[in-house]
C-alpha cells in the first residue's frame, strides 16, 4: 500500500528539478557566447587596470578569457 503513493512525493521533486535545470540551462549560452569573443592583448580593456602590460609584468588570463598575441 505504501508504495503505490511514492509516485505522488517524487512527482514534485522531479519537476523541481527539472525547473532548476532549464533556468540554469537558460543563462549558459550567454556565457558561452561572451567568453569566446577573443580580446585583443593591445586593447586596454582587455585588462583589469585597463592598462596593457608592459615587459616584466606578470600576467594572468583566466580561463573565461582568451586573448588574441
Excluded: H
Excluded at 2 to 7: D, K, M, Q, T
Excluded at 10 to 27: D, E, I, N, R, S
Aim: no cysteine.
Amino acid at each position: 500500500m505504501r508504495g503505490r503513493y511514492r509516485s505522488f512525493r517524487v512527482a514534485p521533486l522531479l519537476a523541481t528539478f527539472g525547473l532548476v535545470m532549464v533556468l540554469a540551462l537558460q543563462g549558459a549560452p550567454e556565457a558561452k557566447a561572451q567568453a569566446a569573443q577573443p580580446m585583443r592583448w593591445s586593447d586596454p580593456a582587455t585588462w583589469p587596470n585597463n592598462k596593457v602590460p608592459v615587459a616584466g609584468d606578470k600576467v594572468t588570463i583566466g580561463r573565461d578569457k582568451d586573448v588574441v598575441l
